[in-house]
């Protein structure tokens, strides 16, 4: 799926019919803050980003992208089309940079060629005990059926099945699920782990998330040996 951030009603409107009547499954969102949490429940290929949105930055939630582990495309839309802005853009982690106005059937050219290498370059599912960690898409099943909770816990799981049982240190994973520049503390983190720990009693009861203090945390399966 495509994932467009654009608050520009009439951008956000052309781009996404035009997109679906291509054939490409679209989503539109006109917020920034909703980026993540779409992209942590998973299934999105490449993502068309605005950089000037009202309720924050598009490089800075591109960064936060990267921070989490996602590897998608990133093709950012903007008015400011500057050799600075670009490399700006090109350090923040996208992909390709399309400044306003653009051609519409550019945009489409564009858009294929990175969903085509995203196709190409998704890395093999990792598994861990009954799990299978599919990073390109940002999903965890559980014998073949998509475990879905709240987004944190979601991320949080994704994260730590993806180490296969490995220690993973407190402020790395704050720093992977909320990004480094975030004031998230440990309380926060704690509740979100306890969120995690409920779900993972009522789907996949074989998981527990283990917390070893001064070390990290830990997904553990009673499955491995």
Not at 45 to 67: F, M, N, W, Y
Request: aromatic share 4%.
């Amino acid at each position: 799926m495509i994932l467009l951030v654009e608050d520009d009603v009439a951008i956000g409107s052309s781009v996404s019919q035009g997109l679906a009547a291509r054939g490409f499954p679209i989503r539109w969102l006109r917020r920034g803050a909703e980026l993540l949490d779409q992209v942590n429940a998973g299934e999105v290929s490449v993502v068309i980003l605005d950089l000037g949105l009202p309720d924050g930055d598009g490089l800075d939630l591109c960064r936060q992208l990267r921070a989490q582990g996602h590897h998608m495309p990133v093709l950012m839309l903007t008015a400011r089309g500057t050799l600075d802005d670009r490399l700006e853009g090109f350090e923040a982690g996208t992909d390709d940079y399309l400044p306003k106005p653009f051609a519409f059937a550019e945009l489409v050219a564009r858009i294929t060629v990175m969903a085509r290498r995203a196709q190409q370059l998704a890395p093999a599912p990792i598994s861990f005990g009954s799990l299978s960690v599919d990073q390109a898409k940002g999903q965890v099943l559980r014998h073949g059926e998509k475990l879905t909770m709240e987004p944190k816990a979601h991320a949080l799981l994704l994260q730590l099945a993806a180490r296969r049982g490995a220690l993973m240190p407190r402020q790395t994973l704050i720093d992977t699920v909320w990004g480094e520049d975030s004031s998230i503390t440990d309380n926060t983190l704690d509740v979100s782990i306890s969120i995690l720990r409920r779900r993972l009693a009522q789907s996949a009861p074989e998981l527990a998330v283990r917390a070893i203090k001064g070390q990290g945390v830990q997904l553990v399966c009673s499955l491995i040996p």
